[in-house]
């Protein structure tokens, strides 16, 4: 590429959709702005990033190559069939659990929620993995937290629809998500497309600017969390939203 960027492709294709919350967070919130000009940000300055950010939504990303076999469309329909299941049951799993079984809710659940992608086929193949695990302490009188709890836990599990036929079909995805085994011919480069990228480039540079300034005049955390700038603290434990 003969083009220098500044930062990374991957953290330049993320800048899109931050600079959009950062902006529809200065446009929702009086207190934000007003504090925002104090630190120097003109209506010059905001349509500028409004500017970049349409600029590079109107380039179009280029599309890498894809060798579409018949094994890479079933990675594909698998990875989505994951993705659209973890979020809904993951949410009435956790809350089930976390009613009648607060310990082995901790163990499920820690440091696991719902996610897309590739993370929607680790969070799923993380929550089968302990299941299985559950499930074999309580045939084994070995407690994961306790006899009491791993039991009901997986009583839980059961009657709302984990069954083994269930976990069955949901590893066979997981499987399938991972992708084939065998070994693909080796796919042609692809230039990106230099001007967008050099426009998400200059996007990135103000984003870094502003949202710098934003951290030093804004000290609430919930002005941030609302700019995208920050993330709500969960407590360990407590159930997924």
Same mark, same amino acid.
């Given at each position: 590429? @003969?083009?220098?960027?500044?930062?990374?492709?991957?953290? $330049?294709?993320?800048?899109?959709?931050?600079?959009?919350?950062? $902006?529809?967070?200065?446009? @929702?919130? @009086?207190?934000?702005?007003?504090?925002? &000009?104090?630190?120097?940000?003109?209506?010059?300055?905001?349509?500028?990033?409004?500017?970049?950010?349409?600029?590079?939504?109107?380039?179009?990303?280029?599309?890498?190559?894809?060798?579409?076999?018949? /094994?890479?469309?079933?990675?594909? /329909?698998?990875?989505?069939?994951?993705?659209?299941?973890?979020?809904?049951?993951? @949410?009435? %799993?956790?809350?089930?659990? %976390?009613?009648?079984?607060?310990?082995?809710?901790?163990?499920?659940?820690?440091?696991?929620?719902?996610?897309?992608?590739?993370?929607?086929?680790?969070?799923? &193949?993380?929550?089968? &993995?302990?299941?299985?695990?559950?499930?074999?302490?309580?045939?084994?009188? =070995?407690?994961?937290?306790?006899?009491?709890?791993?039991?009901?836990?997986? !009583?839980?599990?059961?009657?709302?629809?984990?069954?083994?036929? !269930?976990?069955?079909?949901?590893?066979?995805?997981?499987?399938?998500?991972?992708?084939? =085994? =065998?070994?693909?011919?080796?796919?042609?480069?692809?230039?990106?497309?230099?001007?967008?990228? $050099?426009?998400?480039?200059?996007?990135?540079?103000?984003?870094?600017?502003?949202?710098? =300034?934003?951290?030093?005049?804004?000290?609430?955390?919930?002005?941030?969390?609302?700019?995208?700038?920050?993330?709500?603290?969960?407590?360990?434990?407590?159930?997924?939203?």
């Amino acid at each position: 590429m @003969a083009i220098e960027l500044d930062y990374s492709i991957e953290v $330049l294709e993320a800048t899109p959709a931050r600079v959009a919350k950062f $902006l529809q967070g200065i446009g @929702a919130v @009086a207190f934000i702005r007003t504090r925002l &000009a104090a630190g120097g940000m003109s209506d010059d300055d905001i349509e500028e990033g409004r500017k970049l950010l349409l600029a590079c939504l109107a380039e179009r990303k280029a599309a890498a190559p894809e060798l579409d076999t018949e /094994e890479a469309k079933a990675t594909r /329909e698998a990875q989505a069939e994951l993705d659209a299941w973890d979020e809904p049951n993951f @949410a009435r %799993y956790n809350g089930a659990l %976390y009613r009648v079984a607060r310990q082995a809710h901790a163990y499920m659940f820690e440091d696991l929620k719902a996610s897309s992608g590739p993370e929607a086929v680790k969070g799923v &193949a993380t929550f089968l &993995a302990r299941v299985d695990k559950l499930e074999k302490a309580v045939k084994a009188g =070995t407690p994961v937290t306790t006899k009491k709890e791993d039991a009901q836990a997986m !009583e839980v599990l059961v009657t709302r629809g984990l069954t083994r036929d !269930e976990r069955k079909r949901l590893k066979d995805l997981v499987d399938i998500a991972l992708g084939p =085994t =065998t070994t693909l011919p080796e796919a042609p480069e692809v230039d990106p497309n230099e001007d967008r990228l $050099l426009k998400l480039n200059s996007l990135k540079g103000w984003f870094d600017d502003w949202s710098a =300034t934003a951290r030093a005049v804004l000290k609430k955390r919930g002005y941030l969390i609302r700019l995208g700038l920050a993330n709500r603290k969960v407590a360990k434990g407590e159930p997924i939203e």
